[in-house]
């Protein structure tokens, strides 16, 4: 006896084009979804104006003499000098807040949950008759869904900043802040599918989101920069992939010129979609070799 | 010349094992053992082989081993023990391969992205199936006309009838024109005339591209319309495999020849 053979025809799957369809695809979702942008965006701009202002008066008491400088961060408003927080002025604050803010409110705060569900219900099966492996094309559609977001953000922000603020501090860092804003959301999508895919070994998963999120607020510097953190505190965070994922185009945006930090946020992009296609790979081998 | 098999399965078992305790228990005194893991065959060492474009029911009870069966065989699970070879390939073994070969439908999991249109569905899973725009294109063209669903194809997923939904899900399966197609239940949920053209496409599908067909169904008329051969499971272990002639009363309906088979081995009157 012997078997139809199928060998030898096999189509050539190009992985860069699965992924850059995926993207587009997303991306086309997304982008002709005018409604849920505009909702976006103007959540977006409530949560941007509120936190600048209280930044705008923490500077303020700051300047008075009392609170906030106490670890050596503290700025002075006399002489001519603009009152400041650790380097930050009332206006670079604004555009650090801005920036980081566009890449953190599009990404949707339970997407590790929303991820790993079909994985802990097994639903992800579908994904295995496939010739390729799900973990990257899953982060692709999710950039591409969530990019539009975070640019229409990014975009109210400017206009925000502009109109309550002032001008950008530096013209080529808010330049630069562009790229670091798309690489941090993908960034941050690929940890959080890396932290998702955990449900083929750990099942349930949902209290994870919880955990990834207060880690971002404070290792990332979403609610303060890096800089006004303990002095013990900011080396660890500056260690860690989180930062890449808020502080980095937060702080571009501020009118530091400092590329060095994208190379940084490449660093751990590759890492972290590296850990994605690792981590989808085995879990698909685990789940079909499941009880055994 | 040698008899050329499309599927080949021999002796093919999965035994799951339930009440496992958890590696990482710690000792207490006083605590008494676990029950010891109690071995479930799902699938009791089944062996047939099927030729190029037949049509064949796989069918049995509720638990008697089906989707363990085709998940085996689409690679997804692996066997306890045994061997399968299916277009040549060993399935669990070369699942990414063999998936550019077969098509497999499972009527309770939709393979579409339920937010896009099916059209931007096909695109994506055109692409992850190595086919260029213009084969997608034309062969989603191609697939419309025959299933009659070309207007479907733009239209949102969410606004879709399920027998619509069917037909969109199977064009996603039939996209890469593949030379076998496992459908796992496809008819659930349909109503009576979606289930009609949907059984005669099937049949179509096989007269004029000589696709091979293995479903699993628990209805009888997805059965006597379909398929040509029947395999029947039960507990794991093949209990009937013939053509659907042998089985079907004077008027070629098979219904209570299944119930007689499904009633004897569960042991009742």
């Keep these: ?292 | 010349m040698p008899q050329a098999y499309t599927i080949e399965v021999d002796r093919l078992t999965r035994v799951f094992a339930s009440g496992r305790r958890s590696r990482f228990r710690l000792p207490r005194p006083g605590r008494t053992e676990p029950v010891a893991q109690r071995a479930v065959e799902a699938v009791n060492g089944i062996s047939f082989a099927i030729e190029p474009g037949e049509r064949v029911a796989f069918v049995g009870p509720n638990g008697a081993g089906k989707s363990t069966s085709i998940k085996m065989l689409t690679g997804i699970l692996y066997p306890t023990s045994g061997s399968a070879s299916v277009l040549g390939y060993t399935p669990w073994l070369e699942r990414k391969a063999l998936a550019r070969h077969i098509g497999s439908l499972f009527g309770q999991r939709s393979q579409l992205w339920s937010q896009l249109e099916p059209v931007k569905s096909f695109a994506l899973l055109g692409a992850i199936f190595g086919l260029s725009q213009l084969d997608i294109d034309a062969r989603v063209g191609e697939l419309g006309e025959i299933l009659d669903a070309s207007d479907l194809y733009h239209r949102p997923l969410r606004n879709l009838s399920l027998g619509q939904r069917m037909k969109c899900e199977l064009t996603a399966t039939l996209l890469h024109s593949p030379q076998l197609l496992f459908l796992d239940e496809p008819s659930i949920g349909l109503d009576l005339v979606a289930k009609r053209s949907f059984r005669k496409l099937l049949a179509d599908l096989n007269t004029n591209l000589g696709t091979t067909i293995f479903l699993t169904s628990h209805d009888a008329a997805d059965i006597e319309e379909v398929a040509e051969r029947v395999i029947v499971i039960s507990h794991g272990s093949i209990r009937f495999d013939g053509p659907v002639s042998d089985l079907g009363d004077s008027d070629g309906r098979v219904e209570s020849s299944l119930g007689e088979l499904y009633t004897e081995e569960r042991g009742s009157p």
């Design chain 1, 1 to 292: 006896m012997t078997a139809v053979l199928a060998r030898g025809d096999d189509p050539v799957v190009s992985l860069p084009r699965v992924l850059w369809r995926s993207f587009t695809a997303g991306f086309n979702l997304t982008s002709t979804d005018k409604a849920a942008l505009a909702a976006r965006a103007w959540f977006y701009a409530v949560v941007t104006s509120v936190l600048a202002s209280m930044w705008r008066i923490a500077i303020s008491v700051n300047n008075n003499g009392s609170g906030v400088g106490e670890s050596g961060v503290g700025g002075s408003g006399v002489d001519g000098v603009e009152p400041s927080v650790a380097g930050y002025t009332a206006v670079a604050i604004f555009w650090y807040i801005a920036a980081a803010e566009a890449a953190l409110i599009p990404v949707p705060s339970n997407l590790i949950e929303q991820v790993a569900k079909p994985i802990a219900d097994e639903s992800v099966e579908v994904w295995f008759s496939r010739p390729v492996y799900a973990g990257l094309p899953t982060v692709l559609f999710r950039f591409g869904q969530i990019l539009p977001v975070s640019l229409a953000c990014a975009l109210t922000g400017c206009v925000l900043a502009i109109v309550l603020a002032g001008p950008p501090p530096n013209l080529v860092a808010l330049l630069l802040a562009l790229p670091a804003l798309c690489l941090a959301v993908l960034l941050s999508i690929a940890m959080q599918h890396t932290f998702a895919g955990l449900a083929f070994w750990l099942g349930d998963i949902s209290g994870m989101w919880l955990v990834y999120h207060r880690t971002v607020f404070i290792l990332g510097g979403l609610i303060i920069p890096l800089e006004t953190l303990p002095s013990w505190l900011e080396p660890v965070a500056r260690a860690m992939p989180f930062m890449a994922t808020v502080y980095v185009p937060g702080r571009l945006a501020s009118g530091h010129v400092e590329p060095t930090l994208i190379v940084r946020q490449l660093f751990w992009l590759v890492i972290a979609l590296g850990a994605v296609a690792l981590v989808y790979r085995r879990g698909e081998e685990r789940m079909c070799r499941r009880n055994l």
